[in-house]
């Protein structure tokens, strides 16, 4: 698997790899951040989705993450946010298509060949990392978190993997995509008109239907309250909402003055870490 | 004075502005970082000079220095590298022309019209800060820092203004200009053939021939041991040389594995924050 970066950072390695994605029939690409501490042990796994228009690079450029992980001693591993090449499926606008995925399987043509992006995030990348840095890395602890598209992604896979992800870290997240416009585009074209399959992959939707919410991982979600898509696309009331009518372990953290951007992230990813290490610990203890 | 982007950050504002700069003659950019001390407070300046192929907006994104800046009670305020625009001189290679003035006042034509960066950044620079912001900064307590090109900045501006800068932080930087080829291919070009006037813009000449060097600011360099251009470029041993010979106060962090990359900056740019804040306290309070 190629390596296509490395750079020394905080006492630990930024990596960037490429490598052909069975699930999505394409050349994909991701970053590591490896901290210090997984030289002598293996160290557990967070990973990062990115929102619409990103790939693997913003996080690792702009987020400063890895400060914090270097001292908690967490590996962060970032995907793209869609497979990519001329071979792929696109449309000219930037909330569809290559870069806006919504970390969907989908089942519609032409999107279905490539956009297997939640098996993506779930069981390929993963086995790929682990061909890489098994000794390093610890897959049996793992949490995951995410921004705006990308924390979709992180609040759908956690609970559509209730055993797997130890805790959920959402900044800005689409909450109720069925309910919201970007969904309602993205939806019926790579999953068709049923609704109900929509339900798979609606953070909301998953939490009014889970059969037990006391299994379903802690959720934390940062949102800026000066954040342009707050209202329109991202509704983290209807969240709350649910979480409130189910029990459902979700904290909402709305931060007066702040927007959608890195700067946001950059300002609150030290506390979202330090809760995700914390649970990481806590569940594998228990 | 246009403001063209802002964003809470850190509990302060990360903030853009454009302005016509009357030494440079040339809509210029620069950045600033205000942390929410200077809300209450006039906060010391740091400055923050970039290196070649960037503008104000590398350090911004990708150093996370407004976290250590927020803590520590400093702005940051960050300009481009060059005047810009299509009136403006350039050359088609990334270490001449736009983007790599090397903080010089050229005297060559075509370039002197535009080219007076080291002007820029002692004069015009903070006059049009303090425009904005007399309210929140305090422009009798200064210090200076730079990357690359840029480190080569803050040291040429540290020394040639003794009584202005309390510190000078450097990563990475050309250390001695007139001996290397990146100084070599620009000084004929921005100065002339005339090879006193370059040594005006060499740390190791202004430290070898300062009336005393006692009243030079303290210099800290960062330098990673896997930098590409440590060798024929950046030189430190030299200016470790000239310190040795004068005694100036210069003190060079060599870090193994680092290369020249704002990773790099990142691991220790609170280490250099905290550096500057402490040298400033110091010297106002003497």
Redesign the interface.
């Known amino acids: 698997m190629p390596l296509i970066d490395k ?5 630990g390695w ?1 990596l960037r790899h490429t490598h052909t994605s069975t699930k999505c029939q394409s050349e994909m690409t991701f970053s590591v951040y490896l901290p210090p501490q997984a030289e002598s042990e293996e160290v557990p796994v967070v990973y990062w989705l990115s929102g619409l228009t990103c790939n693997d690079q913003n996080f690792v ?2 987020a ?1 993450a ?2 914090a992980a270097s001292q908690l001693g967490l590996a962060l591993v970032a995907p793209d946010t869609s497979p990519r090449g001329e071979d792929v499926p696109d449309r000219d606008q930037f909330d569809l298509g290559q870069g806006a995925s919504f970390y969907v399987n989908a089942t519609q043509d032409p999107w279905e060949t490539h956009y297997q992006m939640y098996d993506y995030i779930v069981q390929d990348l993963p086995g790929v990392v682990a061909s890489e840095y098994q000794q390093s890395m610890d897959f049996d602890r793992e949490a995951i978190a995410g921004h705006s598209m990308g924390g979709h992604g992180a609040l759908v896979i956690g609970l559509g993997e209730p055993q797997r992800y130890c805790a959920v870290s959402a900044f800005s997240p689409v909450c109720a995509p069925t309910q919201v416009p970007w969904g309602q585009q993205a939806f019926p074209l790579y999953l068709g008109d049923d609704q109900t399959t929509w339900a798979e992959y609606d953070a909301c939707e998953l939490i009014r239907t889970a059969p037990d919410v006391a299994e379903l991982p802690p959720i934390r979600v940062e949102q ?1 309250l ?1 954040d342009n898509f707050l209202e329109e696309q991202l509704r983290p009331d209807l969240l709350e909402q649910v979480a409130n009518d189910t029990g459902a372990d979700v904290q909402i953290n709305r931060r007066a ?3 959608h ?4 992230i ?2 609150f990813i ?1 506390e979202q870490l330090t809760f995700l290490r914390g649970e990481i610990d806590r569940s594998t203890e228990a």
Chains 1, 2 share one sequence.
């Open positions: 750079h020394k950072c905080f006492g930024q450029n702009k400063g890895q400060r800026g000066d003055g702040y927007d951007s890195y700067f946001f950059a300002s030290d």
